[in-house]
């Protein structure tokens, strides 16, 4: 299985600020990783497709970036709806897997 | 409007069975790949497998931790995806959620969840 390493797991931090949640996979994956949002009691919202594919509607302010086996996350100018926590998922391989999650909390 | 439906959680002994229910309504059922994905309280995400189309001849891929205890099937006549759970075990205690998956392979619409609970 593709082993997922996502960090840091939490996050503290000030409306507007930029922050960066990396995501590194045991296996070159080429771009085949998704980023989502999920806040409490609720579904996750996909944010990124194929590594930098910003999803239809999600907000510039997001951006991915990476190939084979490091990837990142950029969130700019914080807001507080963006205060959630963040997961990066690969799907080159089954069984897809999840990183374990980034807490991204207001300072 | 596309739109997932779980269904059918509730609680259950350990050993016990439970059979989730996904209804979809809003976009071609039959086109698409099916994941269902688990999150035990207070965890991350943890897929646990997946429903191919009928281009793919609706076959099956699952997670270690489940395979052999749990089986996805789909009715594409009634737009529904389906979880039967087997020997439950109270790691198996988790939110589950159906969500679609896209050609591009990104799972872009979710449903709301629903909870199973394996406890004596």
């Known amino acids: 299985d593709i082993q997922m390493t996502q960090s840091p797991s939490s996050l503290s931090a000030s409306v507007g600020d930029r922050v960066t949640i990396t995501c590194q996979t045991s296996?070159?994956?080429?771009?085949?990783l998704a980023w989502f949002q999920q806040k409490p009691g609720r579904a996750p919202k996909p944010l990124i497709h194929?590594?930098?594919n910003l999803q239809t509607g999600v907000p510039s302010k997001f951006s991915g970036s990476g190939s084979g086996t490091h990837f990142s996350l950029i969130i700019s100018s914080l807001q507080p709806e963006d205060f959630a926590t963040y997961y990066c998922?690969?799907?080159?391989?089954?069984?897809?897997?999840f990183g374990q999650g980034t807490r991204l909390e207001i300072k | 409007e596309v739109q997932l439906v779980e269904s059918g959680g509730g609680l259950v002994q350990p050993g016990g069975s439970l059979r989730l229910s996904c209804a979809v309504s809003?976009?071609?059922?039959?086109?698409?790949?099916m994941d269902w994905v688990r999150q035990a309280p207070g965890k991350g995400l943890e897929w646990v497998g997946c429903?191919?189309?009928?281009?793919?001849?609706?076959?099956?891929e699952y997670a270690a931790s489940v395979k052999g205890r749990f089986t996805i099937s789909r009715d594409d006549s009634r737009n529904s995806l389906y979880l039967q759970m087997n020997s439950l075990r109270p790691e198996d205690t988790a939110v589950y959620f159906c969500?679609?998956?896209?050609?591009?392979?990104?799972?872009?619409?979710w449903g709301q969840g629903t909870l199973v609970t394996v406890s004596s």
């Open positions: 809003g976009f071609s059922f039959n086109d698409h790949y």
């Open positions: 969500t679609r998956m896209t050609a591009t392979w990104l799972n872009d619409y």
């Open positions: 296996e070159d994956i080429s771009n085949s």
């Open positions: 429903s191919r189309n009928k281009a793919n001849k609706q076959t099956t």
């Open positions: 998922q690969q799907y080159q391989t089954y069984p897809i897997t």
């Open positions: 194929a590594a930098s």
